[in-house]
């Protein structure tokens, strides 16, 4: 079956930079659009970033200018580089590519990584 994992996270001082990686796994046949999402404690889950399938990419205006999303299909990887981290950008970070498996092709399902936690000190 199809897998997502994310990889990457961890403690950073406010400033400076972090690097994620969404990796899919299994019985895929591509991968559509892929997105980043977050979720800080007492918040409701936040979009982050989207690599589209034809490579353009879109951002939250929360993060747009300071994060920058990739993606690797040849890894069946997505990148979320993100620079001049804020306080507030602590959270756990989320990975949900949309994928053709041989189940679903031509059809998309959606998947879900279980989240990796980002902490951002002062």
């Known amino acids: 079956q199809v897998q997502v994992a994310e990889f990457g996270g961890g403690l950073v001082q406010a400033g400076g930079s972090l690097r994620l990686s969404c990796v899919a796994s299994g019985p895929i046949v591509s991968i559509g659009d892929m997105h980043w999402y977050r979720q800080a404690p007492g918040k409701e889950r936040e979009f982050v970033a989207t690599?589209?399938?034809?490579?353009?990419?879109d951002y939250g205006a929360s993060v747009k200018g300071r994060f920058f999303a990739s993606r690797d299909n040849s890894r069946n990887t997505m990148f979320l580089q993100m620079d001049s981290l804020k306080i507030e950008d602590a959270a756990i970070y989320y990975c949900n590519p949309k994928i053709r498996d041989r189940k679903s092709w031509p059809g998309l399902n959606s998947y879900w990584g279980q989240g990796i936690q980002v902490i951002v000190s002062s």
């Open positions: 690599v589209f399938e034809d490579g353009k990419e």
